[in-house]
């Protein structure tokens, strides 16, 4: 009599091809899951009959991987990145709010207001989307590692407009700007 416990289903591979029973388990696997494809990131959850990503075609197979105790966890580079990246911009915005009060009180006859409003709006600006970086941290964190990459990139990009345009407004409220 064979061994019907050894599997909690029975034996998958009695009636069905080891094919339909792998396609099976990733089917199970996925079910009511947010599984990301390891290649694109794309979201498997309730995926159905595929043996493939429906987003880039990478095959899907499930795979049983032991920790090992010489591995170290690698790091997440990426997420660090977009995050020194608003940190960085921020200290530059406190930077130049500190410079610009300064040169006010140096020089009363320079205006002051509009040189406020700016480093405080992009202070908001820094804050609010350090904190979606923070808030997203897991989301991000599943997607694939191009995808990733493409992220931090952005934030650094994001942070460089921030900075270049407070620049540009100090600029052309300066009085020595023609």
């Known amino acids: 009599m064979p061994d019907d416990h050894a599997h909690p289903g029975g034996n998958p591979d009695r009636h069905d091809p080891p094919i339909q029973a792998e396609k099976r388990l990733i089917e199970e696997y996925v079910r009511g899951r947010d599984m990301p494809c390891p290649s694109c990131g794309y979201n498997l ?10 987003e880039c075609g990478a095959d899907l ?4 991987h032991a920790p090992r105790k010489d591995r170290q966890r690698k790091r997440d580079t990426s997420f660090d990145s977009g995050l020194t990246a608003f940190v960085f911009a921020f200290g530059l915005t406190a930077f ?13 006859a320079e205006p002051l207001a509009l040189a406020v409003v700016v480093h405080i709006s992009a202070a908001v600006v820094l804050v609010a989307l350090t904190l979606s970086w923070l808030h997203w ?10 995808r990733r990459t493409a992220m931090a990139v952005g934030c650094w990009l994001l942070a460089i407009v921030v900075v270049v345009v407070q620049g540009i407004v100090i600029l052309m409220t300066s009085p020595a700007f023609p």
């Open 137 to 146: 941290r897991a989301r991000l964190r599943a997607m694939a590692p191009q």
């Open 45 to 54: 959850r309730d995926l159905h009959a595929a043996y493939s990503c429906p």
């Open 61 to 64: 197979v499930l795979r049983l």
């Open 96 to 108: 130049l709010g500190v410079m610009a009060l300064m040169s006010h009180f140096t020089n009363p």
